[in-house]
T-cell receptor, first 114, second 113 residues
Framework: KAGVTQTPRYLIKTRGQQVTLSCSPI?????VSWYQQTPGQGLQFLFE???????NKGNFPGRFSGRQFSNSRSEMNVSTLELGDSALYLC?????????????FGPGTRLLVL | QKEVEQNSGPLSVPEGAIASLNCTYS??????FFWYRQYSGKSPELIMS????GDKEDGRFTAQLNKASQYVSLLIRDSQPSDSATYLC?????????????FGKGTMLLVSP
């Protein structure tokens, strides 16, 4: 079974621009969670989507948004990019039938904001 | 603020030794606990999950959970240089939904040949 895929893998943007990242979950997984990883803050939860609905949201500004499509693929968007948005963005998928469900991570998208 | 705390390390052990990694969490209602390994420049990969008090063994890895003390640990026996990585403790905290993990900042493990 194919793993979680993320595109693009690397991205360079300038301040003020916007960016869209894509995530395709493992086949059959209906939950997609997004995380931001930086050296200073570690892995921080952005939001989680299940059946096209945002179920949970982390403590990030409204510039960070996302959506999920009917095939469970998900996108996240960051508008008005700031230097501090430079990070590794990870998505993870799970069956999400209970709290015991394991999340499997994609390879990540490394975003550099100049 | 729901938190997961880990010693940042690095934890240095010689090849063949036991590495002990520790994690504490703030939410007493937490039910699910995970250890992920992350190599430099790569994404986290699951090593162990544990849900009940006590020990859970999988090969060279043993996860230990003590909910009363809000403490979870990972033991790596016969450590190998290939185990050198950052180990992330993750907790699915109560009332946060099925798929919301709170991560510690990770402990870097260095295994010397």
């Amino acid at each position: 079974k194919a793993g979680v895929t993320q595109t693009p893998r690397y991205l360079i943007k300038t301040r003020g621009q916007q960016v869209t990242l894509s995530c395709s979950p493992i086949s059959g997984h209906r939950s997609v969670s997004w995380y931001q990883q930086t050296p200073g803050q570690g892995l921080q939860f952005l939001f989680e989507y299940f059946s096209e609905t945002q179920r949970n949201k982390g403590n990030f500004p409204g510039r960070f948004s996302g959506r999920q499509f009917s095939n469970s693929r998900s996108e996240m968007n960051v508008s008005t990019l700031e230097l501090g948005d430079s990070a590794l963005y990870l998505c993870a998928s799970s069956l999400a039938t209970s709290e015991k469900e394991t999340q499997y991570f994609g390879p990540g998208t490394r975003l550099l904001v100049l | 603020q729901k938190e997961v705390e880990q010693n940042s390390g690095p934890l240095s052990v010689p090849e063949g030794a036991i590495a002990s990694l520790n994690c504490t969490y703030s939410d007493r209602g937490s039910q699910s606990f995970f250890w992920y390994r992350q190599y430099s420049g790569k994404s986290p990969e699951l090593i162990m999950s544990i849900y009940s008090n006590g020990d859970k063994e999988d090969g060279r890895f043993t996860a230990q959970l003590n909910k009363a003390s809000q403490y979870v640990s990972l033991l790596i026996r016969d450590s190998q240089p290939s185990d050198s990585a950052t180990y992330l403790c993750a907790v699915n905290m109560g009332n946060s939904g099925y798929s919301t993990l709170t991560f510690g900042k990770g402990t870097m493990l260095l295994v010397s040949p």
